[in-house]
């Protein structure tokens, strides 16, 4: 009888703990769900919002004169609304950036990953990998005090804020995700692809262009382009080192404006909710969004193009 009693007790207390869990579960699958259901809500009520003002704006102002105009004055009469010139800052920067960043970034991952000794590789990534950690700001203000006089003792036609300014600061800023990826993605290739290589007679130099680039090329590729993105959404850096001009060039050594620029600029109070002017900040962050989400496509197209799979 008492055997009887203290199997049904257990039973109680097993059935008691698989509905404790079934609950708790059922818990964590809510949060987790609202949660994702945040990230989506935010997405949608951003591009809602840029949208909404965006319709405004587009209302007085043609989008054929928007996209192919070629002088940008909202805020000066008589106004102009071309947004070619922050597309073309944005582009330099973007651009520039790139160019200093992508080859100094995925040689020092080469470095990491296939020359350097471990001591070394422990000591250079963390200290790169904070270059991440500083503040954009700080980045604005060594160009104005340190970047710009050094390249206006160099070309003396060179303006006090330019583009090239600009270019040399983002650049330290995405190369440490450049470093980071890149390094991660080599020392993840098969080991077995460099024994086939070394086996074959080929050196150092041949395996880690012949055979381990190659392989690593969909992750390297993706954190370019990772990188490119984040140059291009960058703020804070690029107003202070590239100036408040929107200009239509390629002279690194000329003051620009970028889209985000532009947008820091109008966000600081000055003019009026509501007006034209004001809505020109949505009609801007809806062009930037849309370049961005373009990226982000051909990114994803090219990675599957050129991705490689191993068992």
């Given at each position: 009888?008492?055997s009887?009693?203290?199997?049904?007790?257990?039973?109680?207390?097993?059935?008691?703990?698989v509905?404790?869990?079934?609950?708790?579960?059922?818990?964590?699958?809510?949060?987790?769900?609202?949660?994702?259901?945040?990230?989506?809500?935010?997405?949608?009520?951003?591009?809602?919002?840029?949208?909404?003002?965006?319709?405004?704006?587009?209302?007085?102002?043609?989008?054929?004169?928007?996209?192919?105009?070629?002088?940008?004055?909202?805020?000066?009469?008589?106004?102009?609304f071309?947004?070619?010139?922050l597309?073309?800052?944005?582009?330099?920067?973007?651009?520039?950036?790139?160019?200093?960043?992508?080859?100094?970034?995925?040689?020092?991952?080469?470095?990491?990953?296939?020359?350097?000794?471990?001591?070394?590789?422990?000591?250079?990534?963390?200290?790169?990998?904070?270059l991440?950690?500083?503040?954009?700001?700080?980045?604005?203000?060594?160009?104005?005090?340190f970047?710009?006089?050094?390249?206006?003792?160099?070309?003396?036609?060179?303006?006090?804020?330019?583009?090239?300014?600009?270019?040399?600061?983002?650049?330290?800023?995405?190369?440490?995700?450049?470093?980071?990826?890149?390094?991660d993605?080599?020392?993840?290739?098969?080991?077995?692809?460099?024994?086939?290589?070394?086996?074959?007679?080929?050196?150092?130099?041949?395996?880690?262009?012949?055979?381990?680039?190659?392989?690593?090329?969909?992750?390297?590729?993706?954190?370019?382009?990772?990188?490119?993105?984040?140059?291009?959404?960058?703020?804070?850096?690029?107003?202070?080192?590239?100036?408040?001009?929107?200009?239509?060039?390629?002279?690194?050594?000329?003051?620009?404006?970028?889209?985000?620029?532009?947008?820091?600029?109008?966000?600081?109070?000055?003019?009026?909710?509501?007006?034209?002017?004001?809505?020109?900040?949505?009609?801007?962050?809806?062009?930037?969004?849309?370049?961005?989400?373009?990226?982000?496509?051909?990114?994803?197209?090219?990675?599957?193009?050129?991705?490689?799979?191993?068992?």
């Open positions: 009888m008492s009887a009693i203290s199997s049904r007790k257990q039973l109680t207390n097993k059935t008691a703990a509905g404790l869990r079934t609950v708790f579960e059922s818990v964590i699958h809510v949060v987790l769900l609202a949660c994702a259901a945040v990230s989506i809500i935010t997405t949608v009520g951003i591009v809602f919002v840029l949208l909404a003002e965006s319709l405004q704006f587009f209302r007085e102002v043609s989008v054929w004169e928007f996209l192919t105009g070629t002088r940008w004055s909202p805020l000066l009469k008589p106004q102009h071309g947004i070619l010139p597309f073309c800052g944005t582009l330099l920067v973007a651009g520039g950036s790139a160019l200093l960043a992508i080859p100094l970034g995925l040689g020092t991952a080469i470095y990491l990953s296939e020359y350097a000794s471990v001591t070394v590789r422990e000591i250079v990534k963390p200290l790169l990998e904070v991440a950690g500083i503040p954009s700001v700080v980045y604005g203000y060594l160009a104005v005090v970047v710009s006089p050094v390249i206006r003792d160099t070309i003396e036609s060179a303006d006090l804020f330019n583009a090239a300014n600009a270019c040399i600061v983002v650049g330290i800023m995405i190369l440490p995700m450049i470093v980071s990826l890149s390094e993605v080599l020392r993840s290739v098969p080991y077995s692809l460099r024994e086939g290589a070394y086996a074959l007679g080929a050196t150092k130099l041949d395996v880690t262009l012949g055979v381990i680039l190659p392989a690593a090329m969909s992750g390297i590729m993706a954190s370019c382009l990772l990188a490119i993105a984040r140059a291009v959404g960058e703020t804070m850096a690029v107003t202070l080192a590239a100036g408040a001009t929107p200009k239509m060039t390629l002279n690194p050594f000329e003051g620009i404006q970028t889209m985000t620029a532009y947008i820091v600029q109008v966000s600081q109070g000055d003019t009026p909710a509501g007006t034209l002017e004001y809505r020109t900040i949505f009609a801007v962050g809806l062009a930037l969004f849309v370049s961005t989400l373009v990226l982000n496509i051909a990114a994803r197209w090219v990675l599957l193009r050129v991705q490689e799979k191993y068992e």
